[in-house]
């Protein structure tokens, strides 16, 4: 059996290697211009609730939040609160962002909302 401390080590590790991609992402993209287009806006026609975070993402390379909050409001939103969730969770004293009842909320609560706003944004 793991020790606590390891298994905190490994989540960190993981999270970690998924924010490198994303960063590097974002950056081969700010420097080459291609990007990875939506599946379903290709597909169907139809906005995701996604569409928009790899322009959001360039906007705020450039340090321009107010273009990348409007390139999609929700995920520019719910990017900060899981920032601020994930300080706490690895570095922070407060026991109650450790609570696996919380963060399970706190992801159904996001995925719940960006679900509404995928459905919404398409109609305007």
């Known amino acids: 059996m793991r020790s606590p401390k390891a298994s905190v080590k490994k989540e ?7 924010l490198g ?6 950056i081969f993209a700010a ?3 291609i990007k990875i287009p939506c599946f379903y806006y290709t597909k169907f026609g139809v906005k995701c609730p996604g569409c928009g975070v790899t322009r959001m993402f360039l906007s ?5 939040f107010y273009t990348a909050f409007w390139f999609n409001p929700i995920m520019f939103i719910l990017f900060f609160i ?3 969730i994930a300080f706490f969770y690895f570095w ?7 609570n696996p ?6 992801l159904i609560i996001s995925l719940v909302i960006a679900g509404i706003f995928g459905i919404v944004r ?3």
């Open 101 to 106: 009842l919380f963060l399970k909320c706190s």
């Open 12 to 18: 960190k590790i993981i999270w970690l290697t998924v």
């Open 122 to 124: 398409n109609f305007y």
């Open 92 to 98: 922070g004293r407060f026991a109650f962002f450790k």
């Open 21 to 26: 991609c994303l960063v590097s992402y974002v």
């Open 60 to 64: 705020m390379i450039h340090l321009d």
């Open 31 to 33: 420097l080459t211009g």
């Open 82 to 84: 899981w920032l601020f």
